[in-house]
């Protein structure tokens, strides 16, 4: 099976992000309004949003840079495929102005944004990130009042293009092999997960806060979750380029778009990276499930199919097509910021 992989350095509010309908999944996550880390970014693409700050006006700064986030929703919505899938990263912000302390929910904004372009809102998950900071609160003292909750959460938002995807009788196949374990249907598809650790420590901190990278496991866990192998993946601030690497080990093709060439060489080493973690991850899945296996077997509670491909029990009959599909090569593309990957099961 062959993938490919490009990237291209634009503007994402200003262009078609791919063509459209071409697109199963989106996988972002953008900026994140009102933390002062991106206030430049959002600045420069909203003097409103720059004026408002400067004058302390949290509530009209925080409208004016969704208002830009708005316009890249509405490509990404122009650019899946009926049926199709977007999941956002992101996290709410606190923040002090003129004196006053308060939460600004971008979740919930950008969840008001999907639900008019006409998207379909689904539940959404709790990505906990515990910080091992001693002092679990914001704010002073032990007096009542004085304190407040201190947010070590962010979310993944899902939605979806129109009504639940019908799948062509060729697709229908591809599906079947595209499966997932039970064991792990239950753990990814929870509404809370906390098994998701921060992001590589080879990124330098100017990298990780021009880009908000997010772990590669959390990308690609979405990958698996809702498209299918050899479909195309779109991010639309690919930042260091973890989804990319990410649709790379899962066996999807993808779409990256940037607005800062300086991250180029980020996203060449996140590729870099992607067939060893893909074989990795696929080597790592099949060893859980074998010793899921084997501690049920040890509870008398048998299993009732087999997946020939893995030679393997399986708890439900939609898992014995399953296919576990590593990356085996990613070649670049001559000068061009495009890649090709070739899959095989391992």
């Given amino acids: 099976m062959q993938t490919t992989h490009s990237l291209h350095f634009a503007d994402a ?15 972002t996550s953008p900026p994140y309004p009102m933390i002062a880390m991106w206030d430049a970014a959002f600045g420069a693409m909203s003097p409103t949003a720059k004026r408002a700050l400067r004058q302390g006006d949290g509530a009209r700064a925080f409208e ?21 899938f977007l999941c956002i990263n992101i996290g709410d912000a606190t923040r002090t102005l003129s004196g006053q302390f308060a939460l600004y929910a971008n979740h919930a904004r950008i969840s008001a944004a999907l639900t008019a ?9 709790l990505w906990r990130k515990p910080t091992n900071a001693p002092n679990k609160f914001m704010g002073s003292g032990m ?5 407040y909750v201190t947010y070590e959460h962010e979310y993944i938002l899902i939605a979806r293009k129109g009504g639940r995807r019908v799948f062509s009788t060729a697709a229908r196949q591809t599906r079947r092999e ?3 374990f039970w064991e ?5 598809f929870s509404d809370l997960w906390t098994d998701l650790r921060g992001v590589n420590q080879s990124l330098s901190r100017a990298e990780r806060e021009r880009s908000g990278a997010f772990p590669l496991t959390l990308p690609h866990r979405l990958i698996c979750m809702y498209s299918l192998y050899g479909e195309t993946v779109l991010d639309p601030f690919v930042g260091t380029g973890t989804t990319l690497a990410a ?27 992607a ?5 990795a991850k696929i080597a790592a899945r099949l060893a859980a499930h074998r010793t899921f296996v084997s501690a049920r077997i040890a509870r008398g509670k048998a299993l009732a199919h087999h997946n020939e491909t893995h030679n393997v029990a399986v708890v439900t009959a939609q898992e014995k097509q399953l296919q576990l599909r590593a990356p085996v090569s990613l070649t670049r593309t001559g000068k061009a910021l495009r890649w090709h990957a070739a899959h095989a099961v391992i």
């Fill in 143 to 147: 007096l009542p009042g004085g304190a």
């Fill in 13 to 27: 509010r200003k262009q078609p992000l791919a063509p459209p309908e071409s697109v199963a999944l989106v996988v």
């Fill in 184 to 188: 792990e249907r239950n753990r990814w």
């Fill in 178 to 180: 595209s499966a997932y």
């Fill in 64 to 84: 004016a840079m969704h208002r830009q986030l708005d316009r890249v929703w509405r490509g990404c919505f122009e650019a899946l495929i009926p049926g199709g």
């Fill in 247 to 273: 649709a790379v080990a899962a066996g999807r093709s993808s779409i990256g778009v940037e607005r800062d060439p300086s991250l180029a060489d980020a996203v060449e080493a996140s590729l870099a990276n």
């Fill in 117 to 125: 372009l006409g998207l379909t809102t689904l539940p959404d998950i």
């Fill in 275 to 279: 067939v060893g973690i893909g074989q």
